[in-house]
């Protein structure tokens, strides 16, 4: 889970890079990074941290250029803990090329073999965005032959790309004294969309991970990155666009509209805050016919992303709709914690109860989706210590059973509270009254209603269905065997170093 964005201007970039940046934050918080380029040069500041603890005015001044790229990190391949693997990454063969990108390969390590015995490149992290990077350097040396660089062998590069790499990617990348290219992975799984702004100077492009970025820098939506697609934009301003993959499908990352994006994003042609809507009118529609007698006397939200659920929820039923925590946005990072109490201390540091709306009432609480259920069981208790008499559970998503391998760090399997146990069984480990999922086929409804040509979705980690064909039950357990060993000595597994969707700060939501 990355942000990524790319742009070509008429003016200096760098401080329209940072803001965009600020804008995905919510897309990744370990690392940061941003490369501009001035005639021949390539400048690049990148670090550990959030965007604003990582750029300073003396790091700014040092971006120049009318063009540029930009990344913000939440590591799902290699190590989450080594500043050196912040991006973008340079090459410096051929031409010169620096790359960011969102996603994970899935084939890395047999593309890491190639690149050493077949292509003689080496690849010096254990980042899969380094071996994409080092992928199409090599196919762009390929395509040109000794020749001048122009469009046609980009795009075959590309689709180099296409044929070797597996797994979901959206790059973008510059090519130096050439322009930006920006490329999708032919299912489309990541996100990636592009804007344009006419000014007395000429026209700007930008291409971004979310809409959002665009609408805050000033720059019209123009259309998403077609899976497989590629972009071109000179530095000029010149815009070429071709299809550089022999098949796609469209399957956009279903977890982008539970939880990932932007609830003020457009993704894939829907809105991300209608998707949410629909989620809650689904969801509402089967708590009438499964729940029936249940006495509930207020719908509370469980902040940020499941309030367009839970006021929809609550509209259908018939309930008040209250607010009932209060979330502190200066409290930093908490899913990183030294052990169960510690986790749970941060639980209540980040969210307070509104006393009054809980005492005394049957209240059902809504979250976009329940991952560990450490979060859901403390939220749970918060909610009985402030008098509610009952509490019950809705999940705007389906239960978490499966990995995700297509650039979501989640927990191991292992650590999934609904990978081994059935709904009565999480219910009663959450310490709920009641508990309601929705239902997977009602989740896709939910968002394909807002675009029905999209008729496949990335639904990998509720049914275990990996769209690329390639996943097999050896490569999960080499993905969570190694996300174990990467975990720093003193830090207590199944609580170190993986994403807890419920406690993710997302200071715009």
Not at 267 to 296: C, N, W
Request: glycine residues 8%; aromatic residues 8%; hydrophobic residues 40%.
């Amino acid at each position: 889970m990355c942000g990524i964005l790319g742009v070509v201007a008429t003016s200096p970039v760098n401080q329209l890079l940072y803001d965009g940046l600020q804008v995905l934050q919510h897309r990744g918080q370990d690392a940061a990074g941003i490369a501009t380029a001035e005639g021949g040069r390539f400048h690049m500041h990148k670090g550990s941290g959030l965007v604003r603890d990582v750029f300073r005015t003396r790091n700014m001044r040092n971006l120049e250029g009318n063009w540029g790229i930009a990344h913000v990190r939440y590591p799902t391949a290699g190590s989450a803990y080594n500043a050196a693997e912040a991006q973008p990454f340079y090459v410096n063969s051929p031409f010169g090329l620096l790359l960011a990108h969102n996603g994970n390969l899935t084939n890395s390590e047999e593309l890491k073999r190639e690149m050493f015995l077949a292509d003689l490149r080496h690849i010096n992290t254990n980042s899969d965005s380094e071996v994409l990077l080092n992928v199409l350097a090599h196919e762009l040396q390929a395509a040109c032959n000794g020749l001048k660089l122009d469009e046609d062998a980009v795009f075959r590069a590309v689709a180099g790309v296409h044929r070797r790499c597996r797994g979901a990617y959206a790059a973008v990348v510059m090519i130096a004294g050439y322009g930006l290219l920006a490329f999708r992975d032919p299912y489309g799984i990541r996100p990636l969309v592009i804007g344009r702004n006419d000014v007395a100077e000429g026209t700007e492009w930008l291409v971004a991970s979310e809409s959002v970025a665009l609408d805050v820098l000033g720059f019209t939506l123009l259309r998403d990155v077609a899976p497989g697609e590629a972009v071109l934009i000179d530095t000029q301003g010149n815009f070429r666009s071709r299809q550089c993959a022999e098949k796609t499908v469209e399957a956009p990352c279903m977890f982008e509209f539970v939880y990932l994006a932007r609830p003020d994003s457009i993704i894939d042609g829907i809105s991300v805050y209608e998707s949410r809507v629909k989620m809650g009118e689904f969801l509402a529609e089967k708590m009438k016919r499964t729940m029936p007698h249940a006495q509930i006397d207020v719908v509370i939200p469980i902040p940020d992303s499941s309030r367009p659920s839970a006021m929809e929820m609550a509209h259908r039923l018939g309930l008040p709709y209250r607010e009932g925590f209060v979330k502190n946005r200066y409290i930093g990072r908490t899913f990183i914690m030294p052990g169960q109490a510690k986790r749970r201390k941060s639980v209540r540091q980040k969210l307070n109860t509104i006393h009054q709306e809980f005492k005394g009432k049957s209240v059902l609480l809504v979250d976009d989706s329940i991952v560990r259920g450490t979060t859901s069981r403390e939220i749970i208790n918060m909610a009985r210590e402030a008098g509610a008499t009952k509490v019950y559970m809705a999940s705007a998503a389906p239960p978490v059973r499966h990995a995700n391998v297509y650039g979501i760090d989640m927990p191991t399997r292992s650590e999934l509270i609904a990978s081994d146990r059935s709904e009565d069984e999480i219910c009663r480990e959450i310490g709920a009254d009641g508990l309601i999922y929705q239902d997977l086929d009602d989740l896709k409804a939910s968002v394909r209603a807002l675009n029905p040509a999209i008729t496949f979705f990335e639904t990998s980690c509720f049914d275990g269905c990996y769209i690329t064909g390639d996943i097999t039950p050896e490569y999960l357990n080499g993905v969570e065997n190694q996300r174990g060993e990467e975990k720093p000595a003193g830090r207590d597994d199944g609580e170190e170093g993986q994403l807890d969707l419920n406690l993710i700060t997302h200071p715009d939501h």
